[in-house]
């Protein structure tokens, strides 16, 4: 038989079982309480980084392809421009050399030839009578005056013909381009801002330096702009003048010019530039390059104008 | 010596009318005389000062008016060269008015009368001989008094001060 066990006995051992289990459940719901903490945490996470990638999804759907092609644009333009106004002082060196020996070749051929007389009366003239005429009479003077302008006159006819066109530079050919752009928001022209591969002290300082072939080149490409608006009915149209980042920019207010002005322009630079005796000499090709009006303009005019907008 | 007989180009002849070479360049168009390499003869230089109506000297003799602003003196004395040419509405070329003078004298004058057309006293218009000025006839008291010392002009004590 076995050993008989109380009721009390028995019920405690069912306390003591119930006590054991609701331990364990306690802690099963710590754990799960733990785990559920932990994904919501983990969701949270997740979610923020959905709301990201959301948001950054409607920006790229909201970006312009073109942002930052004006400012690249007009980075690049000036960078190539730079490089450009180097090459065409070079070459301009070079073509003020040429012209100097070419010059000074008729110079001395003047003392062999024909015209060696001539010479000798005229720097005779500059040396011995020019320093004493203020002390002969009138009468006389004017007759040592009239006769020397008349050797002047003879000997300058001989120099322009020997030296007419320009000297021929040796060496490969040299491409340049100007780029230019028209304001046209309505339809009608209304700025022209016209940048070339020209140093702005050539014209800045021009009463301090020789003229040159970069003088030349930035004539003739002011020469075509000005045929544009004289035929464009604007013969009063004043350019204004003035270094950009280094190089020479033209503005021309455009009001009243003729709606076909661009078309104007375009073939006005085709025909002057093309057919310049002293850049074909110097092996200097100058092409116009029309560009978006924006890319001419620095990046914070740009970005005033939008602002403004 | 005979380097002084070769051909003469844009930058002599810019020098002999007192211009930029660009100006010369507009002028030669205007008058469809642009010729091989810019090349520029004393006959040639003549006719583009005459169609420009390019005059030196006016400041030869003129006398500047007691002030102690030696800006205020300049532009006192300009306003009356202007005066004296543009009376009656006649335009005369806008930069004969500076042509001659020191650079800085140059620079100040020509604001002065950039001053004066914002204000609507002189009237600055471009032309194909260049860029003329005129006195209104409604603004010749004005600028009497300007010239006088007796008036005084916002933007032009701005231009004092610089």
Redesign the interface.
């Known amino acids: 038989m076995t050993a008989m066990q109380s009721v009390t006995a028995a019920l405690e051992g069912v306390a003591s079982w119930r006590s054991e289990q609701e331990a364990r459940r306690q802690a099963e719901i710590v754990d799960v309480d733990s785990q559920l903490e932990k994904l919501r945490a983990d969701l949270a996470e997740l979610q923020g980084k959905i709301t990201s990638l959301e948001a950054f999804r409607g920006q790229l759907e909201e970006r312009d392809a073109s942002e930052g092609v004006v400012a690249r644009s007009y980075d690049a333009i000036f960078a190539a421009l730079l490089g450009q106004a180097a090459q065409l002082d070079t070459r301009a060196a070079e073509a003020s050399e040429a012209t100097a020996k070419r010059n000074q070749a008729v110079l001395d051929g003047l003392s062999k030839g024909e015209l060696a007389p001539l010479v000798q009366e005229y720097n005779q003239f500059k040396t011995q009578v020019e320093p004493t005429l203020q002390a002969l009479p009138e009468s006389y003077r004017g007759a040592i005056i009239e006769h020397h302008h008349g050797i002047v006159d003879r000997i300058r006819a001989h120099l322009e013909d020997q030296i007419a066109g320009p000297a021929v530079v040796e060496g490969d050919r040299v491409e340049l381009e100007l780029v230019y752009g028209i304001d046209a928001p309505s339809g009608t022209p209304e700025l022209l801002i016209c940048v070339l591969p020209v140093k702005d002290v050539t014209f800045t300082d021009w009463a301090e330096r020789p003229e040159d072939l970069s003088t030349h080149l930035g004539a003739r490409a002011v020469q075509a702009i000005y045929e544009a608006t004289k035929q464009g009915g604007l013969p009063g149209a004043q350019a204004v003048f003035g270094g950009h980042q280094g190089l020479l920019a033209v503005e021309v207010d455009l009001e009243g010019v003729s709606k076909d002005f661009a078309q104007l322009l375009a073939d006005s630079f085709n025909a002057v530039l093309k057919s310049a005796p002293e850049l074909a000499a110097g092996k200097l090709g100058l092409t116009a390059r029309k560009v978006d009006f924006d890319f001419l303009l620095p990046p914070e005019i740009e970005d005033d104008e939008e602002e403004e907008g | ?3 002084d ?3 003469k ?4 002849a ?2 002999r009318l007192g211009v ?3 100006e010369v ?2 002028l ?3 008058t469809d005389t ?1 010729s ?4 520029a003869t004393d006959d040639h230089v003549a006719k583009l000062a005459a169609f420009g109506a390019i005059e030196t000297g006016w400041w030869e003799g003129a006398e500047l008016p007691k002030d102690k602003n030696e800006s205020r003196q300049r532009v006192r004395a300009a306003i009356g060269l202007v005066l004296g040419r543009c009376a009656g509405g006649v335009r005369v070329r806008m930069d004969n008015l500076w042509r001659g003078l020191p650079l800085d004298a140059q620079e100040l004058v020509e604001e002065a009368m950039n001053v004066l057309s914002d204000e609507g006293l002189v009237r600055i ?4 001989s ?2 003329l000025i005129t006195v209104p006839a409604d603004s010749e008291a004005q600028l009497r008094e300007l010239a006088s010392g007796k008036a005084d002009s916002d933007g032009l004590n701005e231009l004092y001060q610089d």
């Open positions: 010596m005979l380097d007989l070769l051909p180009g844009l930058t002599d810019a020098r930029e070479p660009l360049v507009r030669m168009v205007v642009v091989d390499g810019f090349a218009e471009n032309a194909a260049g860029v």
